[in-house]
């Protein structure tokens, strides 16, 4: 259990050994209980850089962080930084700030249990818990201790799994245990098998350039949400198995800058390019079958994390990979997030 950071090798060493807030770099950040891989987020507005592929795996310098350096738990769940450069780490046991020297931790989440960070267009950071969503309010935060809103209300479920903003900044909640909502200005609704949201839990979502969301399920599909011409609403259409969607649990969705849609399952990795799915495994070098999530990057690479195979890149067709007992210190990797070098995050 642990936070990680691998980064470019061209760094002078005396960045390697501290977060920079100031002069962020391209670089990768990997946290357990599942790891997570930390270079930026799935469905960013405007894409990291990303590591230079020309460069191996295993050049790439690694820093970790655990409760020895003050993490509030080793069970790390989600990573996201914020435009103002902080590190915001959230964990099994609550929620903490990094900002390159020491922790600093926060109280009063509805659930200890921190399941999903994002900061919206305004500066807002979201944080969604196994008891409900709440925001950081900024008066209080630089204060540590309890910092938070009261509960969101209406939501489909209390175990939040995934946020993200779209182009109209209403936020989309994911849950593991009442399926989708959507928050606006106007209020929290919520989408369930009526509206064609067809099961409770909802694994990742992706937002597209064009307005369109993607919302991964567990085990009945791949689900887009299309806005109307008329702009009076909009439409969920769902891809399964006879659209040649894998048949297999859906883990995690990213959406590359040329529009590709990447989704890992628990079986591998498929590609969408709108009209037709492309599914990879281990006959074409994928490490491990049992992927959790995905990001790939402006410069071409798909990030791959798994349960029990460390983290894979794909690049140009190959895959390479850090494996767990010799490059990393365990196998698991469960959440990618994508940093742009110095360019404020909009979206998760």
């Given at each position: ?163 993200a903003s779209d182009a109209r900044d209403a936020l989309w909640i994911g849950t593991f245990d009442g399926g989708l ?162 360019q404020p995050m909009g979206r998760d």
């Open positions: 259990m642990y936070l990680l950071r691998l980064s470019r090798p061209a760094l002078p060493a005396s960045r390697l050994r501290r977060w920079d807030r100031a002069q962020p770099c391209a670089q990768v950040l990997l946290w357990g209980l599942l790891a997570a891989l930390w270079t930026g987020s799935p469905s960013q507005a405007q894409p990291s850089p990303g590591l230079d592929p020309a460069h191996a795996l295993t050049q790439y310098v690694l820093d970790v962080w655990t409760v020895d350096e003050g993490l509030p738990q080793n069970s790390v769940t989600a990573v996201r930084r914020t435009a103002d450069g902080f590190l915001w780490v959230g964990t099994q046991e609550g929620l903490a700030r990094f900002d390159g020297v020491e922790f600093l931790g926060y109280e009063g989440l509805p659930s200890s249990f921190v399941s999903a960070l994002h900061e919206d267009r305004d500066g807002t950071l979201w944080v969604g818990t196994y008891g409900g969503l709440v925001a950081l309010d900024p008066a209080r935060a630089q204060l540590g201790g309890s910092a938070f809103t009261a509960p969101v209300e209406g939501l489909p479920g209390s175990r939040v799994s995934v946020l909502g959507r928050m606006t200005e106007d209020g929290t609704e919520a989408f369930s098998l009526t509206e064609g949201v067809p099961e409770d839990a909802v694994m990742d979502i992706a937002v597209g350039a064009d307005g369109s969301v993607w919302i991964a399920m567990q085990t009945e599909g791949l689900v887009r949400y299309t806005r109307s011409s008329n702009d009076s609403g909009g439409t969920f259409t769902t891809l399964t198995g006879a659209d040649g969607l894998p048949d297999a649990p859906l883990t995690g969705l990213a959406l590359a800058p040329d529009g590709t849609l990447w989704i890992t399952t628990e079986r591998g990795l498929a590609r969408y390019d709108g009209s037709r799915f492309t599914t990879f495994g281990s006959a074409d070098g994928l490490p491990m079958p049992d992927l959790r999530t995905v990001a790939a990057d402006a410069r071409g690479s798909v990030w791959l994390g798994g349960t029990d195979g460390g983290l894979a890149r794909f690049y140009q067709g190959d895959f390479s990979a850090l494996s767990a007992g010799g490059d990393l210190p365990d196998g698991k990797v469960g959440a990618l997030h994508l940093d742009g070098e110095g």
